[in-house]
């Protein structure tokens, strides 16, 4: 679910990209792969995560913080399996 102002298929290939690019650059680093990218801003959090068959892209207002905890582990559980 994304809020009426933001379009899921732009927030789709914005994801993408920025998944994208900062695997690229980790493995540079000598990195092997990325398996979740968080961003903290000014309006809350947006949690990009590779979970083998495509990216789950979660935003969060950043009212709740308290709430991103579990919302970290469900989706690592996720990208576990």
Same mark, same amino acid.
């Given at each position: ?11 789709? !290939? ?12 980790? @493995? /540079?680093?000598?990195?092997?792969? !990325?398996?979740?990218?968080? #961003?903290? =801003?000014? @309006?809350?959090?947006? !949690?990009? #995560? ?6 789950? !892209? =979660?935003?969060?207002?950043? /009212? ?9 582990? #469900? ?7």
């Amino acid at each position: 679910t994304m809020p009426n102002d933001l379009d899921p298929e732009s927030i789709g !290939v914005w994801a993408l990209g920025i998944y994208m690019n900062t695997e690229n650059s980790l @493995k /540079k680093m000598g990195q092997e792969r !990325v398996y979740q990218i968080v #961003a903290r =801003t000014l @309006k809350g959090y947006v !949690v990009i #995560a590779d979970f083998g068959g495509g990216l789950l !892209v =979660t935003v969060s207002d950043g /009212k709740d913080t308290d709430a991103l905890i579990p919302l970290m582990r #469900a989706i690592t559980q996720l990208v576990a399996q």
